[in-house]
């Protein structure tokens, strides 16, 4: 079964992503989650979109995709 998420905030900063999800504030590095984030700028991180169930995130000018799942196991 998917879990479904809320998935109300998403921010970067230098090495890591910054999500609330659930009411509740994670952060990745991005060393662990993707090297195409890492490499990208800003404008390529913050064009995404989350999956109407809030399964995922996806950036399409990266043409990357994470699971909201991945990210919650991986937060610091």
Same mark, same amino acid.
């Given at each position: 079964?998917?879990?479904? @998420?809320?998935?109300?905030?998403?921010?970067?900063?230098?090495?890591?992503?910054?999500?609330?999800?659930?009411?509740?504030?994670?952060?990745?590095?991005?060393?662990?989650?993707?090297?195409?984030?890492?490499?990208?700028?800003?404008?390529?991180?913050?064009?995404?979109?989350?999956?109407?169930?809030?399964?995922?995130? @996806?950036?399409?000018?990266? %043409?990357? %995709?994470?699971?909201?799942?991945?990210?919650?196991?991986?937060?610091?």
């Amino acid at each position: 079964m998917i879990s479904t @998420h809320t998935i109300q905030e998403v921010s970067f900063d230098k090495d890591s992503m910054s999500l609330k999800i659930d009411g509740k504030l994670i952060k990745v590095t991005l060393d662990k989650i993707s090297s195409k984030l890492k490499a990208a700028n800003d404008f390529q991180r913050q064009f995404f979109k989350v999956s109407p169930s809030g399964y995922g995130i @996806h950036w399409p000018l990266l %043409d990357e %995709d994470l699971s909201v799942e991945a990210l919650l196991k991986t937060s610091l």
